[in-house]
């Protein structure tokens, strides 16, 4: 998945313009970001990659990047 493709599904699960975040985005500060809309995105990630991010991955991340991480190729 590149960059951009894992912003548009951050974007669309948090109902937010893809232009106005970046990977360097701390995504607890995004507005539209709560626990049941982070649920959306774990689960939206894993649909469209087979990736898991767990509730401590959430815990110990603060920016989208990191999160890209998780899901990108290594």
């Known amino acids: ?3 951009q493709a894992f912003l548009s599904i ?4 948090l ?3 893809s232009t106005k975040i970046e990977l360097d985005t701390p995504y607890r500060t995004l507005p539209t970001w709560t626990s049941l809309n982070s649920l959306l995105v774990v689960s939206r ?4 990659t087979g990736s898991m991010i767990t509730a401590a991955d959430l815990a ?3 920016t989208l990047a990191e999160l890209y ?3 990108s190729p290594k």
Not at 10 to 13: G, H, K, L, R
Not at 45 to 48: A, N, R, V
């Open 1 to 3: 998945m590149t960059e």
């Open 10 to 13: 951050i974007a669309d699960e």
């Open 15 to 17: 109902m937010l313009d």
């Open 45 to 48: 990630l894993h649909e469209e």
């Open 60 to 62: 110990k991340f603060n």
């Open 69 to 71: 991480s998780l899901i």
